[in-house]
């Protein structure tokens, strides 16, 4: 993946009276450097609703009062003009009122309708327009995910629920990261939950970084050939280490994986030359949750610290993982 894009500000901002600016902003990934950035306009739709009555509506001789004549789905009469009363031989005007809640995207959202009541009423259909039916009926608002841009913690976020977020990429290089647990978008807090793939994948300014307090996952290739880093602190809610997730981090001298953890990926530490200390708090690990190569290519006479309960078990699955005989194991 050569770069990313993502969109801030896009969600209601084609309302009427959003004062928001949508930006769409392309990010350079890897080797690639440079970021795109540019603000749009979404304008409000300008056609009516669908299911609009018509403007002129028949009344049959069942229908005595406006509320009798029924409307299409998202539509109703205004609260004051139900009560009106169809005479026979008279007409009444009536106001119709698009009620749904995508209501704010269209520029019209009212209809006035001239109700007229033969003097013998027949069999018209009520209601005005006939409800479409099949591909040409209009189907529910789809809303694009948002993602944030946050200066202070100096990075880009996607929302992935209706309170959490993902880490995607940082705004700028810097020798210094935390990704924070939480980040507020127009006065909404966000919890940061998880770090994308690939977020710094080939950073080679960052140095150290903070992984926050309600993350519980590190994505694949998520600092993938961040060759200058050497401190990593993992918090101790992270379930998951993706594959190749600090592959090839050639200064990493240290790590500590949390009691939490229940699965490392692939290679995940691959190629670590320098990482010279390993403490292991999980007891959660086994053979088939720890991927092939995980720790292979690390310093050749490291010291891991493992529980003692898990000592056996531990030093065989790790020997089988890349670790290599001239390591050290230890409770």
Request: hydrophobic share 35%; proline share 3%; net charge positive.
């Amino acid at each position: 993946m050569d770069y990313r894009v993502y969109y801030t500000n896009n969600i209601n901002s084609g309302v009427r009276g959003s004062s928001s600016s949508p930006t769409v902003a392309v990010y350079g990934v890897g080797n690639y450097k440079g970021t795109l950035r540019t603000t749009f306009t979404i304008a409000a739709a300008e056609t009516i609703p669908y299911g609009a009555p018509a403007a002129e509506i028949k009344a049959v001789d069942t229908q005595n009062i406006v509320g009798d004549i029924s409307l299409n789905a998202g539509w109703k009469w205004m609260d004051s003009d139900i009560v009106k009363e169809l005479v026979p031989g008279g007409s009444v005007t009536a106001t119709a009122v698009y009620a749904q809640s995508d209501k704010a995207n269209y520029q019209r959202t009212s209809v006035i309708v001239t109700i007229t009541k033969d003097a013998a009423a027949g069999g018209n259909t009520p209601g005005g327009e006939t409800p479409q039916t099949g591909g040409d009926q209009q189907g529910e608002a789809q809303t694009d995910e948002d993602s944030i841009e946050d200066k202070t913690s100096n990075g880009v976020y996607q929302v992935t629920g209706a309170s959490t977020v993902e880490y995607q990429i940082p705004l700028n290089k810097a020798a210094s990261v935390t990704i924070p647990a939480t980040v507020v978008q127009n006065g909404k807090a966000y919890k940061v939950t998880s770090v994308s793939e690939e977020a710094f994948k080939n950073n080679k300014t960052l140095k150290q970084v903070v992984i926050g307090s309600n993350v519980t996952s590190i994505g694949a290739g998520a600092f993938n050939g961040c060759t200058a880093l050497t401190k990593v602190q993992i918090n101790s809610k992270v379930t998951k280490i993706g594959a190749r997730a600090f592959y090839k981090c050639t200064k990493l001298t240290s790590v500590t994986i949390p009691s939490s953890v229940g699965k490392i990926g692939a290679k995940a530490f691959f190629g670590c030359k320098k990482l010279k200390k390993i403490t292991i708090k999980t007891t959660k690990l086994s053979k088939s949750k720890v991927g092939a190569n995980a720790f292979k290519g690390i310093y050749a006479k490291a010291t891991i610290k493992v529980p003692g309960k898990k000592f056996k078990t531990y030093k065989t699955m790790l020997k089988a993982k890349g670790v290599g005989s001239k390591a050290k194991i230890k409770k």
